[in-house]
Every structure is written in C-alpha cells, then in structure tokens.
C-alpha cells in the first residue's frame, strides 16, 4: 500500500484546513486508516483513526470537535477536515494504513500501523 497525504498549508489561528490521503494498492483487506502528527521535538503522536469497511471512527482528546476523518471509497481517500485549528495544531500530519481487520480503531500506538504517507505541514499562525 502506497500513501501520499496532500492538504497541508499556512493557516490563521481558527481557520480550517482539509488533508487528503491517497491511498494505491490496496487490497480488500479491511483497513484502519490513521491520522498522527508530530511537532519539532515531540514525538508522534495519534489524531485520528477510522475503519475502512465500516466508517467506524475515533479521536484524540485535542481533535474531538474539531477534526473529523472520513473515508471516501469511490476515491480511495482518507480525509481529515480541520477546524478551529490552533497554533498548538502546527505539526507535519502523517497518514497510516493498518491491515489488520481485527485490530481497534481505538489502538493509539504509531507500531500498530504498517504503512505510511511521506506527511504534510500544517502551520497554524496566531
């Protein structure tokens, strides 16, 4: 599976943004999709995942309200809509594929995906 995420950009504080992840090569494995991001200096961390088959979704604390992931199936993309964005949500954003049909939309850890996007900069200005 090959990820090429898209969307990011410069931003004002409250302004929105939406992120693409393409994903190529798929097979009918049904994938949970995943959202992180990391900032200069900190660690990866977990934003947003979503069940392939099923829409199924679920969020970080400092995304829900603001974020929402999608799953367009006729493009075979992955979507993150961002709203409110804040200066704190400045990070390059990483999309994730888990092949796993088993495995929890709810599992936060970055090695419990097995694929990733090159990542995208989002800047949020105040």
């Known amino acids: 599976v090959q990820l090429q995420a898209s969307g990011g950009g410069l931003v004002q504080a409250g302004g929105s943004l939406r992120l693409s992840c393409a994903a190529s090569g798929r097979t009918d494995s049904d994938y949970r999709m995943g959202w992180f991001r990391q900032a200069p200096g900190k660690e990866r961390e977990f934003v947003a995942a979503?069940?392939?088959?099923?829409?199924?979704?679920y969020y970080a604390d400092a995304a829900k309200g603001r974020f929402i992931i999608s799953i367009d199936n006729a493009k075979n993309t992955v979507n993150l809509q961002m709203n409110s964005l804040r200066p704190e949500d400045t990070a390059v954003y990483y999309c994730a594929a888990d092949p796993d049909p088993y495995s929890s939309v709810q599992d936060r850890l970055t090695s419990s995906y097995h694929y990733w996007g090159q990542g995208t900069q989002v800047t949020v200005s105040s």
């Open positions: 979503a069940r392939w088959s099923t829409g199924s979704t």
